[in-house]
């Protein structure tokens, strides 16, 4: 994993939250486009988060995006 594709997964849960600028958007989707690796973590990222947007309210915890991101770092960039 290089340094880019740690910066690029860095930004992932605000590109995600659409919490992310304009230009970092892009530079995200610029990434993932050419990046397997990348565009792989964004698919689970994606699945993952929408599988636990089907559970119960009340069992999805705050933060939910950074905390199933954190998980998928700590398996890449052990
Ligand atoms: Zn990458």
Known sequence: MDEKCKKILECLS???DGEA???LCKT???HIGECNECRCVMESLKVT???L???PEEKIPENLEKSVLNKLKK???K
């Open 14 to 16: 605000d590109y995600m």
């Open 21 to 23: 600028s304009e230009e």
């Open 28 to 30: 995200v989707e610029r």
């Open 49 to 51: 988060i929408e599988m």
């Open 53 to 55: 947007h089907s559970l």
């Open 75 to 77: 398996i890449l960039f």
